[in-house]
T-cell receptor, first 112, second 113 residues
Framework: QKEVEQDPGPLSVPEGAIVSLNCTYSNSAFQYFMWYRQYSRKGPELLMYTYSSGNKEDGRFTAQVDKSSKYISLFIRDSQPSDSATYLCAMRDGGATNKLIFGTGTLLAVQP | GAVVSQHPSWVICKSGTSVKIECRSLDFQATTMFWYRQFPKQSLMLMATSNEGSKATYEQGVEKDKFLINHASLTLSTLTVTSAHPEDSSFYIC?????????FGPGTRLTVT
């Protein structure tokens, strides 16, 4: 079993839809949770960073963490064609290595 | 955030040769940099953690004599793939740690023929 599970998609939605992306994990030591967006042949771009459980909102993006269920989500409101990319969840524990464990990524396509 | 550059963005080399990839932190001094590898349609896999002025820490299964990492200054880390083989063809990405967050470079696509 992988430490972090993420549905690879692809996920296709019409422009303006609300997108829900999710990851589950098995390591209860994870405390820091991130979402990255990666366009084709580019490096990942940090979208959201959350510590422990709770919600965090930034513009059209909302990140949720439920540590009791070991489940994290990213919601994108009013999705745009420019949101079409691969979305990677990542997480780490509070140790000194700062090692990130990534999900496999979900490919999102927003249709105009 | 943090601004990270990589050079080259794309390189083709012949099997058996070595290739060097540079990672630069452009807007702050990074004591820690990370090197990842990403195969097509797969996630990022950490190869090693690079600390300025000391030896890199390699992940299990990564050959340290094949993937040489040098973090000689607070703004530059290099990854040298020695005696490259076609199976080393991949997308290599570096990142820097700033305020507990990791920021990634644009990546280097290596093709070994």
């Amino acid at each position: 079993q992988k430490e972090v599970e993420q549905d690879p998609g692809p996920l296709s939605v019409p422009e303006g839809a609300i997108v829900s992306l999710n990851c589950t994990y098995s390591n209860s030591a994870f405390q820091y949770f991130m979402w990255y967006r990666q366009y084709s042949r580019k490096g990942p771009e940090l979208l959201m960073y959350t510590y422990s459980s709770g919600n965090k909102e930034d513009g059209r993006f909302t990140a949720q963490v439920d540590k009791s269920s070991k489940y994290i989500s990213l919601f994108i409101r009013d999705s745009q064609p420019s949101d079409s990319a691969t979305y990677l969840c990542a997480m780490r524990d509070g140790g000194a290595t700062n090692k990130l464990i990534f999900g496999t990524g979900t490919l999102l396509a927003v249709q105009p | 955030g943090a601004v990270v550059s990589q050079h080259p963005s794309w390189v083709i080399c012949k099997s058996g040769t070595s290739v060097k990839i540079e990672c630069r932190s452009l807007d702050f001094q990074a004591t820690t940099m990370f090197w990842y590898r990403q195969f097509p349609k797969q996630s990022l896999m950490l190869m090693a953690t690079s600390n300025e002025g000391s030896k890199a820490t390699y992940e299990q299964g990564v050959e340290k004599d094949k993937f040489l990492i040098n973090h000689a200054s607070l703004t530059l880390s290099t990854l040298t793939v020695t005696s490259a083989h076609p199976e080393d063809s991949s997308f290599y990405i570096c990142s820097v740690m700033r305020a507990y967050e990791q920021y990634f470079g644009p990546g280097t696509r290596l093709t070994v023929t």
